[in-house]
């Protein structure tokens, strides 16, 4: 079993900064793509930012320029640097990895339970 926990959230004016953190922790061979998602309610969970092995990153066009997203291997966490917020960034922040438990098993994916992040104006 692989556990995400999440941290860093918070409440933050317009303008500020946030750093969000997913630390994974069970049985790992390895992480491969690592992503945070965003919830807002009555919307969709929409992909935010994604990073891979090669430490390739993509993200939502919504959020280029503000966001950084980057992982630490030897600690199996990914961080989210969240820079100029804005209102629309406010909702519940979800860590998700693709995980490899054996090298005889495929990907599984998890999910962290969530970090409210509330952008006031």
């Known amino acids: 079993q692989v556990h995400l926990v999440e941290s860093g959230g918070g409440l933050v004016q317009a303008g500020g900064s946030l750093r969000l953190s997913c630390a994974a922790s069970g049985i790992i061979f390895s992480l491969t793509t690592l992503n945070w998602h965003r919830q807002v309610p009555g919307k969709q969970r929409e992909l935010v930012a994604s990073i891979n092995n090669a430490h390739y990153t993509n993200y939502t066009d919504s959020v280029k320029g503000r966001f950084t997203i980057s992982r630490d291997n030897a600690r199996n966490t990914v961080y989210l640097q969240m820079d100029n917020l804005k209102p629309g960034d406010t909702g519940v922040y979800f860590c998700?990895?693709?995980?490899?438990?054996?090298?005889?098993?495929?990907?599984?994916?998890?999910w962290g339970q969530g970090t409210q992040v509330t952008v006031s104006s």
């Open positions: 998700n990895a693709k995980v490899r438990t054996s090298p005889f098993r495929p990907k599984d994916d998890y």
